[in-house]
């Protein structure tokens, strides 16, 4: 079946076609006929449809062609006398498939707010903002693909029940088939050997550490999947499920690591720029009129490289004040982060080199004693996108590393054998899809970048 995508670029006048979608708007001209602008989601654009008054069924028919009816048209192609098209279609039979009751249709008119399109996330992939959201995060996801697929990455499937903390941050959902319901009632102390894993068990916040196996037997890998985070944060860049990209390359270093982290942004964005150019311009011209130029910025500039020892310099040295206060050992906030990518760089930088102590078991210690080899990607508007590190392959300094998070090293064995059998130096990162959608779009919440947002006392649809 045809699309309207295809039509408007190719369809010819003179064509007969059928074509079924969703009507946008419907105008009556005072001489008896009627323009219909109809959307099927492949594109942003409608479909013009003119329907005359000789249309079969156009008295009895034509006032249920409303805002959000599902319409099957079929008739001729014609070059438009009108502005805005190429070719419109001369309706010669149409077919009311789905009503929408224009009292109770609730997309009626342009201009509803985002937080009001969330409470109906069923039918906010029916504006343009959200459909162009959509085909937006398709041609990223083939672009992250296409990214590693054509480098010889291996695409492996880690495991979304997990019974390790990889972040070490405490922030899981448990998964439980017990009752606790009964439990409670009881008020007895839970015997996770009565569970379904015999062992507590959790939805993953990473697949690295299972991506790390396969990185150490079959060479380097990605995944791409679902990740949990129970996190209790109301902001703009905070999801309890999102979407996680995480590479993983043996015989790598943190520099290796860096120079992947800058390249996988720029083809991915350079992908979206050409293939998704009509959703792209939409969003520059209503969502956010830079997102355009700081993505080709982006595309086209080298990124910054800079140690988080000196990046604590420029923010104390920067003369701001921040609602959060700057020192050495403790973590950067987005204010901060903004204010370096944004203000000082202009331009996406890599933070590295990171204190250890605000960083997880798995990240390669440095000589100074003081600092692992983590890095974090830091793009403006967004903050970090990425964050990544050079992992510990020396089994004892990464057996004193669990012991200091209070890790029980027994609990990986299987991680720490990497150490043990055939240890290599190896790194990778883990991007925020949902992040990187916010950049490519413009849009200010994370809320809106997936189709139906877990957030905290929110899991509708
Ligand atoms: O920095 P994070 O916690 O790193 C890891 O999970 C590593 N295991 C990755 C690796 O080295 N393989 O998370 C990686 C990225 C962040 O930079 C951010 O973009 C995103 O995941 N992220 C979130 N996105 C949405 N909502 C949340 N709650 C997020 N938490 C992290
Ligand atoms: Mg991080």
């Known amino acids: 079946m045809r699309r309207i995508k295809q039509i408007l670029t190719d369809g010819q006048p003179g064509e007969t076609l059928t074509i079924s979608g969703w009507v946008r708007t419907r105008r009556d001209s005072k001489n008896g006929f009627s323009f219909v602008e109809l959307n099927d989601g492949s594109c942003m654009g409608n479909l013009q449809i003119v329907v005359d008054g000789e249309v079969p069924g156009y008295a009895d028919n034509i006032s249920k062609v409303t ?44 201009g509803h707010s985002f937080e009001f399109l969330r409470e109906i996330a069923h039918l906010r992939p029916r504006t343009n903002t959200f459909g162009a959201i959509a085909r937006v995060r398709n041609a990223a996801s083939a672009a992250v693909h296409n990214f590693f697929q054509d480098r010889g990455f291996l695409y492996v499937h880690t495991p979304i029940i997990t019974t390790s903390d990889c972040e070490g941050a405490g922030q899981m959902f448990h998964v439980t088939t017990l009752d606790l319901a009964r439990l409670a009632s009881l008020q007895t102390e839970i015997d996770y050997a009565q569970d379904f894993f015999a062992k507590p068990a959790s939805l993953t916040v990473s697949g690295q550490l299972e991506a790390e196996i396969f990185a150490t037997s079959l060479g380097p890998c990605y995944t791409f999947g679902p990740t949990f985070r129970a996190e209790n944060s109301n902001t703009t860049r905070h ?55 700081t993505l080709e910025h982006i595309r086209d500039e080298s990124f910054a490289q800079v140690p988080y020892t000196e990046a604590i310099e420029i923010l104390e040295k920067s003369g701001k004040t921040f609602e959060f206060p700057v020192a050495w050992g403790s973590d950067l906030q987005s204010e901060h982060e903004r204010y370096l990518t944004e203000e000082h760089f202009k331009k996406p930088i890599v933070l590295f080199d990171y204190p250890r102590t605000i960083k997880p078991f798995y990240m390669r210690c440095n000589d100074d004693g003081k600092t692992v080899r983590a890095m974090d990607v830091l793009v403006p508007r967004i903050g970090e996108i990425i964050g990544g590190s050079q992992r510990e392959e020396r089994l004892d300094v990464l057996e004193a590393r669990m012991q200091e998070c209070d890790l029980n090293p027994e609990d990986y064995w299987w991680y720490l054998d990497l150490r043990r059998f055939g240890t290599v130096e190896h790194a990778g990162f883990g991007l925020g899809f949902e992040r990187l959608i916010q950049l490519l779009t413009g849009m200010q919440n994370i809320r809106d970048c997936i189709p139906f947002p877990r957030t905290p006392k929110n899991a509708e649809f």
């Open 239 to 293: 999801l309890a499920e999102f979407w996680m990209i995480e590479p993983e390359m043996p015989f790598f270093d943190l520099q290796a690591n860096m120079q992947l982290a800058e390249e996988f942004i720029k083809s991915v964005i350079n992908h979206v720029l050409t293939s998704c150019g009509d959703d792209i311009d939409f969003f520059n011209k209503r969502i956010d009129k830079t997102v355009l130029e």
């Open 67 to 110: 805002t959000g009816a599902s319409v099957r048209f079929t008739g001729e192609l014609k070059e438009s006398p009108g502005k805005g098209q190429r070719v419109e279609l001369a309706a010669s039979e149409f077919e009311v498939l789905g009503l929408a009751d224009p009292q109770s249709f609730p997309l009626q008119k342009k």
